[in-house]
């Protein structure tokens, strides 16, 4: 391997083992709750934890006051694998349940430091130098480069390795789905393919939801692609929603199938993790990020109270839809028109694409 490649890669390693003797979110209990301990280290540990211990249907009930789990099903199974390998590797008393609450060893934190990197080495690594290399069309230099600034990126850096969020996985399996969507004109193989790895980004983490409006309006796009008819146009809407509702399937029955009681219908089940994952009941203001609601929430505007809280959700919802709407349009008119862009020109309209719709999500949605 050109030792260039070596140190682009190694760089990005390094910046990550760098941080990892720096204090953590929650350290010390610095964050305070007075029902929970610590914050998103003791969150991430504690889901190992209860993952390992109970019954997959309680995974999303248990204790919901201590860092109950309120990320879809896959990361939830990625805690129990976490989980499994620090009982085998750091002890059983890194995770037992309840009394391992607050549990802050030495190397229980090196173990989640390295767990962060193995998911950022096995999923975000190897997507990013896919995409660069096609960005790169032929230059190596070129491709090096876009690969350093998406891996040493401080924001990523910072979030992931520094306190624990495993985004990085989310948003590798999100380009990789883009690598396969863009690779052809027309939905076949490959799209299926995209498919899965966007729904497996989706039930990673619920942030994918961010990118979720450029993939339907780019496929949307290419099922009209030189397509004459109503029926070939459905033929490929079944390919595409076959390969999610399959992926779906499969990570969200298992709650069901192995379900402790037998009496629990499927609203019982499926309820809670809904309502974990997509927490509406905290409000437009509760995250008090830096988004549009809350910088009009100043004097004297102070729109939190001139606006019910029961109309919230709806104007959210409106204005996402209108700022992310151009993007929508010019992806489905990318993927529709007859005369197909190049492959990269495709890769890079859905990456802008999704960055504008993400940017939408982020500065006018619910967070």
Same mark, same amino acid.
Not at 295 to 318: D, E, G, W
């Given at each position: 391997m050109h030792s260039k490649t070596v140190l682009v890669f190694l760089l990005p390693l390094l910046l990550r083992f760098l941080i990892a003797p720096f204090p953590h979110s929650g350290e010390g209990n610095h964050h305070g709750s007075k029902t929970a301990y610590g914050g998103d280290y003791e969150a991430q540990r504690h889901w190992m934890?209860?993952?390992l211990h109970l019954n997959i249907s309680q995974w999303y009930k248990y204790d919901l006051s201590y860092w109950g789990i309120d990320y879809p099903p896959l990361i939830a199974y990625g805690s129990y694998l976490m989980g499994w390998a620090s009982d085998k590797f750091v002890g059983e008393e890194s995770v037992a349940l309840l009394d391992s609450r607050g549990f802050e $060893?030495?190397? *229980?934190?090196?173990? *989640? %430091?390295?767990?962060v990197i193995f998911w950022d080495a096995m999923v975000y690594f190897p997507v990013v130098y896919l995409l660069c290399k096609r960005l790169g069309q032929? /230059?190596? $230099?070129k491709t090096l480069q876009l690969c350093l600034f998406a891996m040493i990126s401080p924001a990523m850096i910072l979030i992931d390795n520094g306190h624990f969020q495993y985004n990085n996985v989310c948003l590798g399996l999100a380009l990789g789905s883009f690598h396969f969507m863009t690779l052809s004109d027309t939905i076949g193989f490959y799209d299926g393919i995209g498919?899965?790895?966007?729904?497996?980004?989706?039930? #990673?983490?619920? *942030?994918?939801?961010?990118?979720?409006p450029a993939v339907f309006a780019f496929l949307l796009g290419k099922c009209f692609h030189n397509q004459q008819n109503i029926l070939g146009v459905m033929k490929n809407v079944g390919l595409l929603g076959g390969s999610v509702?399959?992926?779906?399937?499969?990570?969200?029955?298992?709650?069901?199938?192995? %379900?402790? $009681?037998?009496?629990e219908g499927s609203v019982d089940i499926y309820g809670p993790m809904l309502r974990r994952i997509f927490p509406f009941s905290r409000g437009l203001f509760e995250g008090k990020v830096s988004n549009i #609601?809350?910088?009009?929430?100043? %004097?004297?505007? /102070?729109?939190?109270?001139?606006?019910?809280?029961?109309?919230?959700?709806?104007?959210?919802? @409106?204005l996402t839809l209108a700022m992310m709407l151009p993007f929508c349009v010019l992806l489905?008119? *990318?993927?529709?028109?007859? %005369?197909?862009?190049?492959?990269? $020109?495709?890769?890079?309209?859905?990456?802008?694409?999704?960055?504008?719709? /993400?940017?939408?999500?982020?500065? @006018? /949605?619910?967070q």
């Open positions: 934890e209860v993952t $060893d030495p190397i *229980m934190k090196i173990f *989640m %430091r390295f767990t032929g /230059s190596h $230099d498919s899965v790895l966007f729904s497996l980004a989706l039930n #990673w983490k619920q *942030m994918g939801l961010y990118y979720a509702v399959g992926t779906f399937f499969a990570l969200w029955y298992p709650f069901f199938h192995f %379900r402790q $009681d037998e009496s #609601w809350c910088a009009l929430n100043v %004097r004297p505007l /102070s729109i939190r109270s001139r606006i019910p809280v029961h109309h919230q959700p709806i104007c959210a919802l @409106a489905f008119a *990318m993927g529709k028109k007859k %005369r197909a862009a190049s492959s990269v $020109d495709k890769l890079k309209a859905i990456l802008w694409g999704s960055a504008g719709t /993400s940017l939408s999500f982020f500065l @006018a /949605s619910f």
